[in-house]
């Protein structure tokens, strides 16, 4: 059974950085891909970014692209998001997310989702 755990999340003024972590259990994860998301108060779940466990297939949400790096640790296990120049519409419940197969942005194909992590930017 496939647990995923985020953690990382906080409060943060603008301009500011914060590093989520993803660790995943109880799978073979070589076959996953690991997406993270994110919701905001009254929208949908969107996606931020994705990438394989060999730190291939990368892709960004444009929203993010040049300020968010995600990198995956596989001796850990763990996911990672470096986000750097943070803004107020970044402001939102972070998912991770995981998925047999190649990468996509599409939120419906992750059967596996961790609890969410709230990020929270404001002065």
């Known amino acids: 059974q496939v647990q995923i755990v985020e953690s990382g999340g906080g409060l943060v003024q603008p301009g500011g950085s914060l590093r989520l972590s993803c660790q995943a259990s109880g799978g073979t994860f070589s076959r996953y891909v690991m997406g993270w998301f994110r919701q905001a108060p009254g929208k949908e779940r969107e996606f931020v970014a994705v990438?394989?466990?060999?730190?291939?297939?990368?892709d960004y949400a444009d929203s993010v692209k040049g300020r968010f790096t995600i990198s995956s640790d596989k001796a850990k296990n763990t996911v990672y998001l470096q986000m750097n120049s943070l803004k107020p519409e970044d402001t939102a419940v972070y998912y991770c997310a995981a998925r047999v197969g190649v990468t996509s942005r599409a939120t419906y194909l992750y059967p596996y989702w961790g609890q969410g992590t709230q990020v929270t930017v404001s002065s």
């Open positions: 990438v394989t466990w060999s730190g291939g297939g990368i």
